[in-house]
């Protein structure tokens, strides 16, 4: 995005106003107001309402009668789940090899295919949408906001929708309104990183709109504290990586589960405050859930990770093994061995 478009979407951001442009008429959707925004929501929660009366399905049960007539299945909800874990891990090794441009190069050529796949899978997924309770409430929403919030550019008067259908109009909205990646960087940028800075100045407003955001502008201020957030971070990234989506999602992810293993390992070092667990090499925890279990092998490093591994590996080939069938535990025998000879040798 240029400097003079980057200035642009910060104005018309700032002014809480979309300007559509219909040849010889032109129109302005505005921020609706607190009271505009409950009745944009009442219309909501009635329609869904409603609809559930008509016998319209919610989202889930339709995905249960779509799996019924074959249209969908549990194998392609985990592929689903398989791809976003996928995707996420690649992010993860885009940060980690940020210094390798070979290899950058490669992981962002996976990381497009993933991303491909994934909005397949979820448009296949999201086909009926607009037929379940969710989708009908939702496009009535919309069409309660347009209708209270759409005015004349020339009058400065509600639209009647007599020259431009209304549908035109809630289109024409929906393309207006940024996408995630614009949104980014409009928030790590220039002019908006200036304006920012001068939000606490007594006589400065960000928006001129005061009641009630719309969507960019919401998504702008999460973005804006997202991008604070990282620069005050003890570990915070270098510029080239805050400028890269994807590797300073990676950083974002690996701090969330830095945070998770800190969080779970203080949880258990309370639940083990006996002095003989708390001086032991190994501690088995029992759990009761397998999401307890998860949430326990986070606590681990990724080294005792790899090493738990190891030895479940070493259990599924043999049946049973001891403590010196294992890798780790040979590694610790033969440092002891080399430490006692080392002694003996020094007397």
Same mark, same amino acid.
């Given at each position: ?25 032109? *129109?302005?959707?505005?921020?609706? $107001? ?18 559930? &009366? ?20 549990? &194998? ?7 791809? &976003? ?34 909005? &397949? ?10 037929? $379940? ?6 496009? @009535? ?6 209708? *209270? ?28 309104? *940024? ?40 998504? *702008? ?29 990676g950083w974002f992810i690996l701090q969330k589960k830095k945070r998770e293993q800190e969080r ?26 397998? @999401? ?8 681990? $490093? ?34 002891r061995t080399n430490e006692m000879f080392k ?5």
């Open positions: 995005m240029k400097q003079h478009e980057r200035e642009y979407f910060v104005a018309r951001i700032r002014s809480g106003i979309y300007k559509l442009d219909f040849g010889d008429m032109k *129109l302005k959707i505005v921020a609706p $107001t607190l009271e505009q925004d409950l009745e944009i929501q009442e219309v909501y929660i009635n329609t869904y309402r409603q609809a559930e &009366e008509d016998g319209f399905l919610q989202h889930e049960d339709m995905l249960e009668s779509m799996k019924e007539r074959g249209l969908w299945s549990d &194998e392609e909800e985990e592929r689903i789940k398989g791809l &976003e874990k996928d995707i996420d891990k690649l992010k993860v090794e885009l940060f980690q090899n940020k210094n390798r441009e070979d290899l950058v190069k490669q992981i962002r050529t996976y990381l497009k295919a993933g991303k491909d796949q994934l909005n &397949e899978e979820l448009s296949k997924k999201m086909r009926n949408y607009e037929n $379940t309770c969710e989708g009908l409430s939702q496009v @009535a929403k919309v069409n309660r906001l347009i209708k *209270l919030t759409c005015l004349r550019c020339d009058t400065g008067e509600p639209y009647d929708f007599k020259e431009i259908p209304k549908d035109n109009v809630m289109k024409l909205y929906g393309m207006q309104v *940024l996408s995630e990646a614009s949104t980014r960087e409009l928030a790590r940028t220039e002019p908006w990183s200036s304006t920012w800075i001068l939000r606490d100045t007594d006589t400065f407003e960000l928006f001129s709109n005061k009641e009630q955001l719309n969507a960019d502008q919401k998504n *702008l201020l999460v973005w804006a504290r997202m991008y604070e957030s990282v620069q005050e971070s003890l570990d915070c990234p270098s510029d080239d990586v805050v400028e890269d989506d994807d590797m300073l999602d779970v390992q203080s949880d258990i070092e309370q639940s083990t405050q006996n002095s003989k667990i708390a001086n032991s090499d190994e501690i088995f925890i029992m759990a009761d859930t397998q @999401a307890d279990a998860e949430r326990i092998n986070r606590s681990n $490093t990724f080294h005792n990770q790899q090493v738990k591994k190891q030895r479940m590996s070493v259990i599924r080939g043999k049946g049973e093994a001891e403590d010196i069938d294992f890798q780790d535990q040979q590694l610790k025998l033969r440092q002694g003996n040798f020094r007397r």
